[in-house]
């Protein structure tokens, strides 16, 4: 992980920026602080896949296609 979301604050204790700049911690080494990232980042796209399959033409390639070749009113 990028170690520039992860600071030590005035506290001495260690936190990690998330989205909208929210401090989370606080932990008590760099290292943990780093795993807790991971953590938290790997949760993120755990919850960002998608456990569904689309049917063929409401995929975005599909619906793209469509869009380009529809025919344009004059």
């Known amino acids: ?3 520039n979301r992860i600071f030590q604050g005035e506290d001495q204790q260690w936190y990690f920026n998330v989205r909208g700049n929210h401090a989370v911690g606080p932990f008590i080494s760099f290292r943990e602080a780093d795993d807790a990232l991971n953590r938290h980042v790997s949760e993120c796209k755990r919850r960002t896949r998608v456990g569904i399959s689309w049917p063929e033409q409401l995929t ?6 469509r869009h ?3 025919a344009r009113p004059t």
Do not use: F, V
């Open 1 to 3: 992980m990028p170690t």
């Open 60 to 65: 975005p390639r599909r619906m793209l296609k």
């Open 68 to 70: 380009k070749t529809a």
